[in-house]
């Protein structure tokens, strides 16, 4: 890699809002880094075996009771499957249906309701993660460049149910999910194809075509009418007003935010579009921040953060929303059931929630 790359990368990554404490795979900190298949699969193992088994232990389940499985991973697809793996190494049963998803990022964490729909009464897990060692780019084009500095190591695990007596165990109850896609034009399916969109405007139009479905969805009537009488004003009556067209406040439905975390200048810029506040950020910022951009999985680590910080408490709604290549977009909303304490000293904040937010 010549100088110039080196210090391009090196720009990105000071502005990328990551801190030195996100985590890179062991093939990443060689020079040249390798990307060999024994590598990758050390970094599946490294990743999703600890996850799971936490996951099962913290729910005191075991392997065997697992109806379904889903593991979302974009960018690596061996053969066998990653569920295979899974399924492999955990001795889970012989009818255990799995599946794994590739090349949706975040957008593929409404499946789950998908298949309740044919697997009633049934226990699901969903792993997420994204698999770092086989995507190292060692060329000189800046938008590919731009790949090897936006990701980080990490993974999810979420056990999601519909068996009745599993709502008194429960923390959150899915409310709401609406998933939108931009594939059918060649600008918004060229955006993501293993590099990013370099101005981020496919990415703005997804978030945006997506935010106006759910909120005619779940906003109240007011809202909605402020709002559509000043697309009318802006469209029809006064074209060119710099009168603002009206942003929905979605802080009278959601009470708390998890925000793509592809980098600081996007969440402020999706904070913006919604009328949010720092606080309703602070999730995003301080998750991308301690452990970096981790694909479908860093939704899961801000909603750890909110819990950790028990600022989430029973009957509030939690809005995620994630991008993914596709381009597609989802939002999920869930409402919590239960009180929640006591999170502070579990899951991937305990050893650093008391230093956070930073200013």
């Not at 959601?254 to 969440?267: E, K, M, Q």
């Not at 709604?317 to 977009?329: A, F």
Request: overall charge neutral.
């Amino acid at each position: 890699m010549d100088k110039q790359s080196i210090t391009f990368m090196t720009k990105i990554l000071n502005q990328s809002g990551q801190s030195d404490e996100t985590y890179i795979p062991p093939a990443l900190h060689y020079i040249p880094p390798k990307s060999d298949y024994q590598e990758v699969i050390s970094e599946v193992h490294m990743v999703l075996f600890p996850v799971f088994e936490d996951l099962l232990a913290k729910t005191k389940l075991t392997p065997r009771d697992i109806d379904v499985l889903i593991i979302n991973c974009s960018g690596f697809c061996p053969a066998p499957s990653l569920s295979s793996i899974i399924v492999n190494k955990f001795g889970m049963r012989e009818d255990v249906k799995s599946y794994t998803i590739s090349g949706m990022g975040c957008s593929a964490s409404d499946i789950t309701q998908n298949i309740f729909k044919s697997h009633k009464d049934s226990i699901t897990v969903v792993l997420g993660t994204e698999i770092l060692s086989t995507g190292w780019y060692p060329g000189k084009e800046s938008s590919m460049l731009v790949i090897n500095c936006l990701f980080r190591m990490g993974a999810a695990g979420i056990l999601i149910s519909n068996k009745k007596e599993s709502k008194n165990r429960a923390k959150y109850e899915l409310v709401e999910t609406l998933r939108t896609q931009r594939a059918y034009y060649d600008e918004g399916y060229f955006s993501a194809y293993r590099e990013e969109d370099s101005d981020g405007y496919t990415a703005g139009e997804t978030l945006g075509f997506n935010i106006t479905i759910l909120g005619s969805q779940i906003l109240p009537f007011t809202e909605k009418i402020l709002y559509g009488v000043s697309i009318f004003k802006k469209k029809m009556v006064d074209k060119k007003s710099s009168v603002e067209i009206y942003v929905p406040n979605f802080k009278s439905v959601i009470n708390h935010f998890c925000l793509p975390t592809s980098g600081r200048a996007v969440i402020k810029e999706i904070g913006k579009g919604l009328n949010l506040g720092e606080s309703d950020m602070e999730a995003a910022l301080m998750t991308l921040r301690r452990f970096g951009n981790q694909s479908s999985s860093s939704l899961w680590y801000e909603l750890a953060y909110l819990e950790a910080k028990e600022r989430v408490k029973k009957g509030d709604k939690v809005w995620m929303l994630g991008m993914g290549s596709g381009p597609k977009c989802i939002s999920i909303i869930w409402e919590c059931i239960r009180p929640i304490c006591g999170e502070s000293q579990r899951g991937p904040w305990a050893d650093s929630i008391d230093g956070y937010p930073l200013g």
